[in-house]
């Protein structure tokens, strides 16, 4: 969705590197997400922020920290990358509606690292 | 965790022919959502089913949410060349602070021409 933004989209480092990775979105949700995908591992969250001052981790938080500078903005850093954080990251954001439980998510055009 | 099994991994067709993934699951779903990623795209959510038997169309796409809430399908009609690529059914649980969207692991769908 051209709403929800990611730089870089594509990026190869060292392992041991520090990489930050930015999302962008001018849809105005105010959850946001941060998941990789895996070849035949499907997606899998990584943090989730609901609002500017909450930040959660999600199924696989380990060697990832994230940041909600404001509510258009979420990044996802990898302190020390490693070969096995190489993955196609994806940014997405959702407007949570109470009734029917909808939780649409709102993809970016992720973006590919590779850890060597 | 609660997980969705999806089935098959992958599905080759000739173009013409229908298809068909399904979503499955040892415990009660409370609602499925399923997504379309195109190769080298993100994914794009399709719709979400909430209620025992529901059926939805989306023009050659329907979509079926099983009476005992474990299973969803997604069956499309005579497949074009832009029906390629996978499709993820996804669960959504929500519950005080604990929020957890699980996606199966997709399938691929070829469509040869």
């Known amino acids: 969705d051209a709403d929800v933004t990611q730089t870089p989209r594509n990026r190869i480092t060292k392992t041991g590197k520090r990489i930050m990775l930015e999302c962008s979105q001018t849809?105005?949700?105010?959850?946001m997400y941060w998941y990789r995908q895996d070849p035949g591992l499907g997606l899998r969250l990584i943090y989730y922020s609901f609002d500017v001052k909450d930040i959660n981790k999600g199924e696989i938080s380990d060697g990832y920290s994230v940041s909600r500078q404001a509510q258009a903005k979420f990044s996802l850093s990898l302190e020390s990358a490693i070969p096995n954080q190489t993955a196609l990251y994806f940014c997405?954001?959702?407007?949570?509606?109470?009734?029917?439980?909808?939780?649409?998510?709102?993809f970016g055009p992720g973006t590919r690292l590779t850890v060597l | 965790g609660q997980q969705v099994m999806q089935i098959p991994q992958y599905q080759h067709v000739q173009e013409g022919e229908d298809f068909t993934t399904y979503c499955n699951s040892s415990?009660?779903?409370?609602?499925i959502q399923w997504y379309k990623q195109r190769p080298g795209g993100h994914p794009v959510f399709l719709i979400q089913?909430?209620?025992?038997?529901e059926v939805k169309k989306q023009k050659r796409l329907t979509f079926q949410f099983g009476e005992a809430k474990k299973n969803s399908s997604l069956h499309i009609t005579a497949t074009q060349t832009t029906d390629v690529g996978t499709y993820f059914c996804?669960?959504?649980?929500?519950?005080?602070?604990?929020?957890?969207?699980?996606f199966g692991k997709g399938t691929l769908l070829t469509v040869n021409p």
């Open positions: 996804a669960h959504l649980r929500v519950g005080g602070s604990n929020y957890k969207l699980t």
């Open positions: 849809k105005g949700h105010d959850r």
């Open positions: 089913l909430v209620k025992s038997g």
């Open positions: 997405a954001t959702s407007d949570f509606w109470e009734t029917g439980s909808t939780d649409t998510q709102y």
């Open positions: 415990t009660t779903l409370s609602n």
